[in-house]
C-alpha cells in the first residue's frame, strides 16, 4: 500500500461536485471546475461511464494507469504515469454510481508532484444530454512543481479538457 494522503481535505469534491455547484473548494489551492457535454441519451452515458469506471479513459488520453482494482472504487489505489516519467500515486475517495450520475474522485498520496484531489463526474439531464464536469483543488507538492509556477495550472486546464475529448469520443461511438 503507498503511504497516505499528501491533504487534510479528503472528499472534498464530493459536495461539490454531487452537491449544489459552488458551495466551494477549500482556500488555500488552486481550483479547476470544467464543464463539457460529451454526447447525448442512454448509451452515450453507459458508454462513457464505462469506460470512465474502467480507467479506459485515462489510458486514451493517452497516461499511463495502474490500479488495485479493475473498476473504481472507493479506497482502490491507482498510480498515474506522465510521459513514462512522473508517478503521480492516488487513492479513489469516493463514487457514485446512479442512474444518471457516475463518477469518482482521487485524493493524492505520498510521492505524488502535487497536493490534492480531482473528480470526475458524468450526468444525464432530463433532455438526456450528457455532461463531464472536472472538478479539482490542488496545490504544489514538492520543488519541481513550485518551480514549475503557472504552468501547473494551465496543464490542468488543458488534461481537463483532454477527458472531455476521448469521453466525448467514446460517447460518439456507443450510437
Same mark, same amino acid.
Given at each position: 500500500?503507498? $503511504?497516505?494522503?499528501?491533504?487534510? =481535505?479528503? *472528499? ?6 454531487? *452537491?449544489?455547484?459552488?458551495? /466551494? ?15 447525448? /441519451? ?8 464505462? #469506460? ?11 497516461? /499511463? ?7 473504481? =472504487?472507493?479506497?482502490? =489505489? ?18 457514485? @454510481? ?12 505520498? *510521492? ?5 484531489? =480531482? ?6 439531464? $432530463? ?5 463531464? @464536469? ?6 504544489? $507538492? ?6 514549475? /509556477? ?9 488534461? #481537463?479538457?483532454?477527458? *472531455? ?11
Amino acid at each position: 500500500m503507498t $503511504g497516505g494522503f499528501t491533504y487534510s =481535505e479528503v *472528499g472534498a469534491t464530493l459536495d461539490e461536485t454531487v *452537491g449544489p455547484l459552488g458551495g /466551494g473548494l477549500p482556500p488555500g489551492y488552486s481550483q479547476l471546475r470544467h464543464r463539457v457535454r460529451i454526447g447525448h /441519451g442512454e448509451a452515450a452515458f453507459r458508454a462513457a461511464a464505462d #469506460a470512465l469506471a474502467t480507467f479506459r479513459m485515462h489510458r486514451r488520453l493517452p497516461v /499511463g494507469v495502474t490500479a488495485s482494482a479493475p473498476r473504481a =472504487e472507493t479506497g482502490a =489505489e491507482v498510480t498515474v504515469t506522465l510521459a513514462g516519467v512522473v508517478r503521480a500515486p492516488c487513492r479513489i475517495v469516493w463514487v457514485v @454510481d446512479e442512474p444518471d450520475r457516475y463518477g469518482w474522485a482521487y485524493g493524492t498520496l505520498t *510521492g505524488h508532484p502535487e497536493c490534492g484531489e =480531482e473528480a470526475f463526474l458524468l450526468t444525464r439531464d $432530463g433532455g438526456g444530454d450528457v455532461r463531464l @464536469d472536472v472538478v479539482a483543488f490542488s496545490r504544489p $507538492g514538492g520543488r519541481a512543481t513550485r518551480a514549475l /509556477g503557472r504552468l501547473v495550472p494551465i496543464a490542468q486546464r488543458l488534461y #481537463a479538457r483532454r477527458c *472531455g475529448m476521448v469521453l466525448r469520443g467514446i460517447a460518439r461511438s456507443a450510437r
